[in-house]
């Protein structure tokens, strides 16, 4: 045998060693957040498969998915942002293409990944493909709460302005629409699952402020004024994420800001319809994906807890503590487990859903957000 | 070199060849209903992959898929049970399971695959893995309406007896849970996207039976009662699929039996809110992944036409004719896109749902029922 063919056989044994698994729609990646690393998972298995070294400061860290499954698009806080193939487990590309960057989404083609930066403020799309860059946004502020909205759009908003932008990008050449008056410097935002619904935190003032991306001149629409630090001025711990707020069929359940409890929203006319007591200030509130149950996980100092609330009874039906800073959530697509990130314990732990009952952990180094590939076939993630 | 080695040097080429495009994110599987084949497609590229042969009769078949999106249960009119590797592109194991078989689903952690039986009648479960059987439900009824709900549990219904059973498979045994007086001779049933509502046509009278299985005992709830055929008798061409049932955020959109509209039903509350007039019996009602358009496909001799509603204004905002014999529709997962089988042109059709531009087509032989791998992560498909 040639070294020629020798070298094809070993090439071959490799390409096949990592072909094998790549069947990609129960995997994930766990984000490591202290040393710039992500850990491959295979939810069949609870197992981990790999580690994707290199990716930078992943602080704050978050990603979405390529429409294939194949591809991750991480957004590092150091505005980098790598493209992490999960079947040949390398970084496939990366650039850095701001200073200080916060949150992406995907176009739902799957063809253009925007950013969200904050130095310099604005949102700039690249080629999914190839990385490159083909709009730059500058927005004169800090920009945040970017997400992909259905016709090739993406959604943000303005710290500084109070501004919402809608870029459509189906055409040539990015079209703008700006949206003013979205209140005291919008800290998140969210939109609903169905692409309809683009709703912003504030920071400087109580109460959202919600757009209708279906008509074809939003304007913001203020709604629950009550809600946020309020007259009692809490101490603030963390503000809670609005990616976390949770549809359980046709109410919303959101965290409070500052406060003990999780509010119940109606979906169709966002007024508040009731508020459970919870063990601290909640962080995410998820609902399982069919909405019967929700998560709530909480800031430190008590973030080594969880609580379980029916959302039939609106009443808490199980309490745990899996281990030291529960950061993040994520359930399996069709929501029998959830696995949960202890970063403390250096553990993702597994638990069924039905039972409650433990079902296994993965050791990672200080994990923070859990992402299955799902989440590629979603809007607004 | 040694023959073994030779062999096995022969075989990961075979792996590797067919390794490249395994991320299974985005591919789909068209039944031809004529050949007992199925085309393997990727939505990516808008092409075909690779035919795949000897899946028996599937004049009437559905598939469904694993949580990895690697494997596909093909439940076909002849009783066959047929697992296809989209890996591989090969049939990775078939049994003829009964004589006459009418659907199936796959529990929500994937390890259990029902099919629903006319001959014998009843419900046989599958170890997902290896197609060993592990429960045998006799029913002495033919069974419809086959659907898997949270919690590793199936629901079916009976033809002859109007009983709905829910099989728990989460122990060690089936335990079984009889609900009566489902109505007369069910013949189609659903469950909404959440898991929450079981909902039964019924052939023999009309209206609609709804079970709420989040209750401790689910009892029969009549819905609809204008919902059948009605006082006209109109000639029914086709029953129209339940499964067409399309959610528009706080309504159903659901296809009239033998008249030419569709019906608009409060989610909540399941009562009627409206009608719109179609082009002819509708067969499908099918929202866009974000519910903010349904598109409709008819009955023989009017099947060669798509109508598009608006969910807003519940008017008709676009009629096309794709072609004779439109038999089923596929939207990608987030939207942007619908696929159309057209049968009698022998195509895939694929369109851009925004604009309405046809943006390629796929050869297939009397191609039925698309179904695209992002299925795996939905209850009740």
New interface residues.
């Given amino acids: 045998?040639k070294p020629l063919a020798l070298g094809l056989?070993a090439s071959?044994?490799i390409?096949?060693a990592?072909?094998?698994p790549?069947?990609?729609?129960?995997?994930g990646l766990v984000i490591e957040r202290a040393t710039g690393t992500v850990v491959l998972v295979d939810?069949?298995d609870r197992a981990a498969l790999a580690r994707i070294e290199g990716l930078g400061d992943l602080s704050h860290a978050s990603l979405v998915?390529?429409?294939?499954?194949?591809f991750a698009y991480v957004f590092g806080r150091d505005g980098g942002l790598t493209k992490v193939d999960?079947?040949t487990r390398t970084i496939a590309n990366r650039v850095v293409q701001a200073g200080n960057a916060i949150g992406g989404a995907i176009s739902?083609?799957?063809k253009l990944v925007a950013v969200s930066n904050y130095e310099p403020g604005g949102v700039r799309i690249f080629d999914a493909d190839t990385l490159e860059m083909v709009a730059d946004i500058p927005t004169d502020s800090k920009t945040i709460g970017l997400v992909d909205a259905?016709?090739?759009r993406f959604v943000f908003t303005m710290w500084d302005t109070g501004e919402t932008w809608i870029a459509d990008m189906?055409g040539a050449e990015p079209r703008i629409t700006r949206i003013e008056n979205m209140g005291d410097r919008p800290y998140d935002a969210l939109i609903t699952a169905?692409?309809?619904t683009y709703i912003t935190g504030l920071f400087g003032e109580d109460g959202l402020t919600a757009l209708d991306l279906?008509s074809d001149t939003p304007e913001p629409i203020r709604v629950l004024p009550g809600y946020g630090r309020g007259q009692e001025e809490m101490p603030v711990y963390k503000m809670p994420h609005l990616e976390g707020w949770a549809l359980t069929?046709?109410e919303f359940v959101l965290p409070a800001v500052g406060h003990h409890e999780v509010l119940w929203v109606d979906?169709?006319t966002l007024t508040e319809t009731g508020r459970t007591q919870t063990h601290g200030q909640p962080v995410f509130a998820m609902a399982r994906?069919?909405?019967?149950q929700v998560w709530v996980n909480f800031a430190h100092p008590l973030n080594d807890t969880i609580q379980v609330i029916d959302t039939?009874t609106k009443e808490i039906i199980h309490e745990f503590k899996p281990g030291p800073a529960v950061l993040h959530m994520e359930f399996?697509?069709?929501?029998?487990?959830v696995w949960l990130s202890v970063r403390d314990a250096g553990k993702i732990m597994i638990y069924d859903t039905?039972t409650f009952e433990k079902l296994g952990e993965i050791d990672a180094d200080s994990p923070s957000g859990i992402f299955f590939?799902?989440r590629?076939?979603?809007?607004g993630l």
Same sequence: chains 1, 2.
């Fill in positions: 045998m056989l071959l044994f390409s096949a990592h072909a094998e790549t069947a990609t729609g129960d995997l939810q069949s998915y390529s429409p294939d499954e194949r999960i079947v739902d083609d799957g259905p016709g090739r189906s169905n692409g309809r279906w069929g046709s979906a169709a994906p069919d909405g019967r039939v399996t697509p069709r929501g029998h487990e039905q590939t799902a590629a076939h979603r809007t």
